[in-house]
């Protein structure tokens, strides 16, 4: 909010000019069919063109990706997985799990699903949490584009208040310059010292300056609106002129404690503010969820291959040959014995090839089931990220009552700057009345003689001085009466 203060009371920001093409196609769309740029028109293109208000956009983008994807985090996790290579000498079969030294290609495949079923209410409390945020993402947006606003006000008025006085200054000059050839006539007829006319030339010096200082204050406030629109510098720059009321034809201000009522109802700074606040508490309930345990439930099934792999289909029974004879006694003293014949049989094993993907069907394993994390010591992370939440709630509760109290003071100073620029008007405007009577007086008076040109180079300045006094004046008032509007929510334009 201090920031934003500094914005209404400071003219402008430089920004970055973009490309010279586009941005004169840009120039060109901006500003009306005339190519004069009225106020609206400025602060319509400096709200969608601006670099600061273009970026809080995209942080306001971020947000919401960042509360999608906290509503999806509560959705099932599903998950692939897969290795292919080459074994070589020793290694454990992955097939039947035996140690086997050979040369043999494996692979292996897997899938595995998770579904969270409680987690101390962490990822409810984070998607409330991110909604918050994105609400706050919002209100800043609309904030930066009012600041732009105010900014885009601030020039356009600072290059309405250096025409107005480059148009006193020229009146001045040109009155100056009539009564250089009055006094030079006067002069060449005898009637007038040369000093006269020396004087009267030094002031149309001076008033020449104070003509090229006004256009100089003209240009850098052109330059500054520009910069403000993102758009390169040109001379063809131009701005419409309004019809700017008399700060007498409307004396009616609103009481500063009544604008900042309304505007803490309504100000996106603010509102903003209250939203980062309630994320905070939010987050302070993420943390704590950290001491809860977190339940599961999870899938899983898997296969595997081994390219020596055999599928095993039977056993058979092979006789050799003729019978074997084989000596059995009967006794233990092994003196009664007889020869007996038994058939010569061998039983083999039966296998065939077994392919990848048959292996991968025979050696599925397939597993369900919930499972339970109970957080017991962990460093006290847990702690340290509830501590660091409750930090973080406390620096944004400050960050809010920091933004109102600086609201508060803004418009409090708006308003008595508003007073006081429309009393320094009246007053103004009655110094131009008197002192311009007083300068017509002085003109006859220096043309019969009656006085020298000192006295009338004095005279005259005091009426050049009321003149700049009141346009000051009336600009400064309609200025803080735009920044009340501003608060207010109203209309900025004239």
Same mark, same amino acid.
């Given at each position: 909010?201090?920031?934003?203060?500094?914005?209404?009371?400071?003219?402008?920001?430089?920004? #970055?000019?973009?490309?010279?093409?586009?941005?004169?196609?840009?120039?060109?769309?901006?500003?009306?069919?005339?190519?004069?740029?009225?106020?609206?028109?400025?602060?319509?293109?400096? *709200?969608?063109?601006?670099?600061?208000?273009?970026?809080?956009?995209?942080?306001?983008?971020?947000?919401?990706?960042?509360?999608?994807?906290?509503?999806?985090?509560?959705?099932?996790?599903?998950?692939?997985?897969?290795?292919?290579?080459?074994?070589?000498?020793?290694?454990?079969?992955?097939?039947?799990?035996?140690?086997?030294?050979?040369?043999?290609?494996?692979?292996?495949?897997?899938?595995?699903?998770?579904?969270?079923?409680?987690?101390?209410?962490?990822?409810?409390?984070?998607?409330?949490?991110?909604?918050?945020?994105?609400?706050?993402?919002?209100?800043?947006?609309?904030?930066?584009?009012?600041?732009?606003? $105010?900014?885009?006000?601030?020039?356009?008025?600072? $290059?309405?208040?250096?025409?107005?006085?480059?148009?006193?200054?020229?009146?001045?000059?040109?009155?100056?310059?009539?009564?250089?050839?009055?006094?030079?006539?006067?002069?060449?007829?005898?009637?007038?010292?040369?000093?006269?006319?020396?004087?009267?030339?030094?002031?149309?010096? #001076?008033?020449?300056?104070?003509?090229?200082?006004?256009? /100089?204050?003209?240009?850098?406030?052109?330059?500054?609106?520009?910069?403000?629109?993102?758009?390169?510098?040109?001379?063809? =720059?131009?701005?419409?002129?309004?019809?700017?009321?008399? +700060?007498?034809?409307?004396?009616?201000?609103?009481?500063?404690?009544?604008?900042?009522?309304?505007?803490?109802?309504?100000?996106? &700074?603010?509102?903003?503010?209250?939203?980062?606040?309630?994320?905070?508490? *939010?987050?302070?309930?993420?943390?704590?969820?950290?001491?809860?345990?977190?339940?599961?439930?999870?899938?899983?099934?898997?296969? @595997?291959?081994?390219?020596?792999?055999?599928?095993?289909?039977?056993?058979? #029974?092979?006789?050799?040959? +003729?019978?074997?004879?084989?000596?059995?006694?009967?006794?233990?003293?092994?003196?009664?014995?007889?020869?007996?014949?038994?058939?010569? %049989?061998?039983?083999?094993?039966?296998?065939?090839?077994?392919?990848?993907? @048959?292996?991968?069907?025979? /050696?599925?394993?397939?597993?369900?089931?919930?499972?339970?994390?109970?957080?017991?010591?962990?460093?006290?992370?847990?702690?340290?990220?509830?501590?660091?939440?409750?930090?973080?709630?406390?620096?944004?509760?400050?960050?809010?009552? $920091?933004?109102?109290?600086?609201?508060?003071?803004?418009?409090?100073?708006?308003?008595?700057?508003?007073?006081?620029?429309? @009393?320094?008007?009246?007053?103004?405007?009655?110094?131009?009345?008197?002192?311009?009577?007083?300068?017509?007086?002085?003109?006859?008076?220096?043309?019969?003689?009656? %006085?020298?040109?000192?006295? =009338?180079?004095?005279?005259?300045? #005091?009426?050049?001085? &009321?003149?700049?006094?009141?346009?000051?004046?009336?600009?400064?008032?309609?200025?803080?009466?735009?920044?009340?509007?501003?608060?207010?929510?109203?209309?900025?334009?004239?």
């Amino acid at each position: 909010m201090k920031k934003m203060s500094n914005k209404v009371l400071l003219l402008a920001l430089g920004l #970055t000019v973009g490309g010279f093409g586009s941005a004169m196609g840009q120039q060109q769309q901006g500003a009306g069919g005339d190519g004069i740029w009225s106020l609206q028109e400025a602060v319509e293109y400096a *709200k969608a063109n601006n670099l600061n208000v273009r970026q809080n956009a995209l942080n306001r983008d971020l947000s919401k990706a960042d509360l999608v994807q906290s509503k999806n985090n509560r959705l099932p996790s599903l998950n692939a997985n897969g290795s292919y290579g080459f074994n070589t000498g020793s290694f454990q079969d992955p097939v039947n799990f035996t140690l086997t030294t050979d040369n043999a290609w494996s692979a292996n495949a897997g899938i595995n699903a998770s579904l969270p079923l409680f987690a101390g209410f962490q990822q409810v409390n984070q998607v409330k949490q991110n909604e918050l945020n994105l609400e706050a993402s919002e209100q800043e947006y609309l904030s930066a584009q009012n600041d732009i606003t $105010i900014q885009i006000v601030t020039a356009y008025l600072n $290059i309405l208040f250096a025409n107005e006085q480059m148009s006193v200054s020229d009146l001045q000059r040109n009155l100056t310059n009539q009564q250089l050839s009055r006094t030079r006539v006067l002069f060449k007829a005898g009637s007038l010292a040369e000093n006269s006319v020396l004087d009267l030339e030094s002031q149309l010096a #001076t008033d020449e300056l104070n003509y090229i200082t006004a256009q /100089n204050q003209r240009d850098i406030s052109r330059l500054r609106l520009m910069q403000l629109l993102n758009i390169p510098t040109t001379e063809d =720059f131009q701005v419409e002129i309004p019809n700017i009321p008399e +700060p007498d034809e409307n004396p009616v201000i609103v009481n500063g404690s009544q604008v900042y009522d309304v505007a803490l109802q309504t100000l996106p &700074a603010i509102k903003a503010a209250d939203l980062r606040l309630r994320s905070t508490e *939010k987050g302070v309930e993420v943390a704590q969820g950290g001491y809860y345990p977190r339940l599961s439930l999870f899938a899983a099934a898997s296969s @595997r291959y081994l390219s020596t792999s055999r599928f095993f289909t039977g056993v058979e #029974t092979v006789e050799l040959g +003729p019978l074997r004879p084989q000596v059995v006694y009967y006794d233990q003293q092994r003196t009664r014995s007889e020869t007996l014949y038994f058939p010569n %049989i061998v039983t083999q094993r039966l296998d065939e090839d077994y392919p990848l993907f @048959r292996q991968f069907e025979g /050696n599925l394993a397939t597993r369900v089931g919930v499972s339970l994390d109970i957080p017991i010591l962990n460093g006290f992370q847990v702690r340290t990220n509830v501590q660091r939440a409750k930090l973080q709630q406390q620096n944004a509760q400050l960050n809010a009552d $920091i933004a109102k109290n600086n609201l508060r003071q803004t418009i409090e100073q708006a308003y008595v700057d508003a007073l006081a620029a429309q @009393r320094r008007y009246a007053a103004a405007r009655q110094q131009v009345n008197a002192s311009e009577k007083n300068f017509r007086n002085a003109e006859l008076r220096l043309q019969g003689g009656v %006085i020298n040109t000192v006295d =009338f180079n004095v005279i005259a300045n #005091t009426y050049r001085s &009321a003149q700049s006094s009141l346009v000051q004046a009336k600009y400064e008032y309609t200025f803080k009466l735009k920044v009340l509007d501003f608060y207010q929510g109203k209309d900025l334009s004239f």
